[in-house]
């Protein structure tokens, strides 16, 4: 029994001092051929997201200016109208009366002048008589204007060319003054009302260039008014942003819209720098002895600089360091690296 385990222990040493197998040669990684750019600070805008509406640059409320019933309104939501075309009808029998009464008084000062006149020609009256009629005419004449302005107004006109956006009433529904009846919308041309920090107000003049996404379309936007009283409540102030022409946009459309803040400072590298592995992006820099050191970065806005697309780098990489451009899908950590001109 001893013997048999004094012969293991033996073998078992005898195992341990034999010469291991020889490690195979692993060869070493090719040299990838590469091109690269350098990591470069910049003060650029703090850009900041606001939400706005599109809104048309001519718009109106028509209200009525008489009392009366709505004998008229030949026109449909959403209909296009040319500038003097009329939309509403009110029959309003005070105007009428107005105007016929005035008319009637015209008349008869008309012939009690033609009287005097040919009196004064034959010595029967005075000239002061003749004087006083001609006032009493003028201020005749007036009045028939007035009433027949009043009566005008039972006719609402469009004041410019553009679509019904609201009708607030119907035929025979009766109109009092003041009283909102249709809501007119241009469409020639349309802007963006947004509301921003009041932060952002010293920095902003007029002309400044916003850009804006809506409806999956981006543009820029030219500022074209801005509030000088910010709203004590939501610390904002009010500016309109210019759309330009030919952009396919409907009132009261939704709109992100950036806003340019004070300069900060930043990192940025092309585009073309950073990939996706997965949810983390990376980036190959040129480390020592010219090798490629693979760093997690995190990524900020998409910037364009003479028409290069850039990306705000938030951490991960400092100025300087020179990262590989459109790295090859097989870069691997540690792979030498020949930088082509």
């Known amino acids: 029994m001893k013997s048999a385990l004094l012969a293991a ?3 078992t040493f005898v195992a341990g001092c034999a010469k291991p197998d020889a490690v195979p040669n692993i060869p070493p990684l090719p040299v990838a051929k590469v091109r690269v750019a350098p990591v470069q600070a910049a003060e650029i805008p703090r850009l900041t997201e606001v939400t706005g509406t599109i809104r048309p640059v001519r718009r109106a409320v028509l209200a009525a200016k008489v009392m009366g019933a709505i004998t008229e309104l030949p026109i449909t939501l959403g209909q296009a109208v040319r500038a003097n075309d009329v939309l509403v009808k009110i029959h309003s029998a005070d105007a009428s009366a107005r105007l016929s009464r005035a008319q009637s008084e015209l008349n008869v000062t008309r012939r009690d002048l033609e009287r005097e006149r040919d009196l004064l020609a034959k010595g029967a009256s005075t000239a002061e008589t003749v004087r006083n009629l001609q006032d009493r005419l003028s201020g005749s004449e007036a009045t028939v204007k007035e009433a027949e302005a009043q009566l005008a107004y039972a006719e609402i006109r469009a004041p410019f060319d553009g679509v019904v956006a609201r009708k607030l009433v119907d035929a025979g529904d009766l109109a ?5 009846l249709l809501e007119l919308e241009g469409t020639g041309e349309f802007e963006v009302e947004a509301t921003i920090p009041d932060s952002f107000a010293a920095t902003l003049k ?22 000088s009283r910010a709203d004590p409540a939501t610390r904002s102030i009010q500016v309109k942003i210019a759309v330009p022409a030919g952009n396919s946009v409907r009132s009261g459309q ?14 940025l590298v092309p585009a073309e720098a950073v ?11 040129v480390g020592d002895g010219n090798r490629a050191v693979l760093r997690l970065v995190r990524s900020g806005a998409a910037r364009t600089t003479a028409g290069r697309p850039l990306v705000e780098i938030l951490s991960g990489l400092a100025e300087n360091e020179r ?4 790295p090859p899908a097989g870069l691997r950590e540690g792979q030498p690296l020949e930088v082509l001109p």
Do not use: H, K, Y
């Open 9 to 11: 222990l033996l073998l």
């Open 176 to 180: 009092n003054p003041g009283q909102p």
């Open 206 to 227: 007029a002309g400044a260039l916003f850009a804006i996404e809506t409806g999956g379309t981006t543009f820029s936007g030219t500022l074209r008014e801005i509030s």
């Open 254 to 267: 939704f709109t992100r819209v950036l806003v340019p803040g004070p300069a900060i400072r930043a990192l």
């Open 275 to 285: 990939s996706l592995n997965g949810q983390m992006e990376r980036v190959f820099v």
């Open 323 to 326: 990262v590989v451009l459109a």
